[in-house]
């Protein structure tokens, strides 16, 4: 019985292991070199942003998804489209010893910023952005 | 039920998640691998990007480099409605800028034929305009400062058709965004001067040269 146990536990961590492997990892990076600097290094599997969404009180979506409501259409039109792109480099700043680079890598939207200063690289799913578009377009539809 | 039965089930159970769960991961590396592929081949044969590059020619070695595919911006576009921008046309006022009529202005070069339209050349500057190998080409070389900047536009006529095919005071640019995707490999808009160098050109690459 105890076996049985461990083979459904085993399956369930590995079942919710390959989902959150399939769905990818957040990552977020901020580096400050200066005094009384931080450093913060947040890794967050994407596949618990749109459930933890479902946490978040209703009334806090609202005012998200109002604020947010003229640009939603263009969000979500964007993340569609990028979506065909999943390994290529849209925008690219470099100016003296300060870099900027919008870009996708393996269906993530990449953004790395360099400067002498602080350094702040985010590596996101389009699939978990889009998520997170649909369920404040629906708040916003229910407001 | 048994000891042997128990056995029985838990080995079943183990195997049995074994054999499902763990091609999961394989199977979702596999399925995303083949389509990240796919596109990139996609994009590389068939999309159309279009690039802007602007290169500062002083010694902090200043770039800007953006490279947008065309349709992504064809299906953004009607989706921005802010201002004069609607459904991916803008509105003009009465096809009117400065009093010059845009809209007569580019009905006269499309029924026109090829050649010059006009050629200035003094000692400030050059101007050419020219419709030329279905293309309009805006030349202008300023030599008005010891260090001399130029500018070269070049439009393919369908683009400006397409433009221009909206209502009587909206310029289409879904259309012509449509348009220029029809386009092979061409150079838009290429500006040297003293400080900068701006060059924005349309291929099927998805990254800057």
């Given amino acids: 019985m105890v076996l049985t146990k461990a083979a459904l536990g085993l399956g369930t961590l590995v079942l919710a292991g390959a989902y959150t492997f399939q769905e ?13 600097s931080s450093h913060v290094h947040i890794w967050v599997p994407a596949a618990a942003v749109p459930m933890a969404m479902h946490f978040v009180p209703v009334s806090h979506m609202r005012h998200t998804s109002e604020h947010a409501r003229e640009g939603l259409p263009i969000l979500h039109a964007v993340l569609k489209e990028l979506k065909k792109y999943s390994d290529a480099d849209f925008v690219e700043v470099v100016d003296h010893d300060q870099h900027v680079r919008v870009s996708t890598h393996e269906g993530k939207l990449q953004i790395e910023v360099d400067a002498p200063d602080e350094k ?4 996101c799913p389009l699939s978990t952005i889009e998520d997170v578009t649909y369920q404040l377009e629906e708040h916003a539809a229910g407001a | 039920m048994s000891d042997l039965n128990k056995s029985f089930i838990a080995k079943t159970a183990l195997i049995a998640a074994a054999v499902l769960f763990s091609p999961l991961g394989v199977l979702a590396q596999s399925a995303a691998a083949p389509a990240s592929s796919t596109q990139s081949t996609a994009s590389v044969s068939q999309d159309r990007w279009l690039h802007v590059r602007v290169i500062s020619t002083d010694a902090k070695g200043e770039s800007v480099r953006v490279n947008v595919p065309l349709e992504l911006a064809e299906k953004v576009l009607p989706a921005i409605n802010k201002e004069r921008l609607h ?23 499309r029924t026109t034929k090829e050649g010059e339209f006009v050629t200035v050349q003094s000692n400030d500057c050059d101007v050419r305009l020219a419709k030329q190998s279905k293309r309009l080409i805006i030349h202008v070389l300023d030599k008005e400062d010891s260090k001399e900047s130029e500018v070269e536009i070049m439009v393919p006529m369908k683009v400006i058709d397409a433009l221009f095919s909206a209502g ?13 995707s029809a386009q092979g490999d061409t150079e838009l808009v290429s500006v040297k001067d003293h400080e900068n160098t701006v060059r924005i050109w349309l291929d099927s690459k998805n990254v800057t040269d």
């Fill in chain 1, 24 to 36: 990818g990892v957040i990552r977020v990076d901020v580096d400050q070199f200066r005094s009384g």
């Fill in chain 1, 120 to 123: 702040v690289h985010i590596l």
């Fill in chain 2, 87 to 109: 459904a991916g046309k803008v509105k003009i006022d009465d096809a009117h800028v400065n009093d010059v009529d845009l809209r007569a202005l580019a009905e006269a070069i």
């Fill in chain 2, 168 to 180: 009587k005071d909206e310029l289409d640019l879904v259309a012509a965004l449509h348009a220029l």
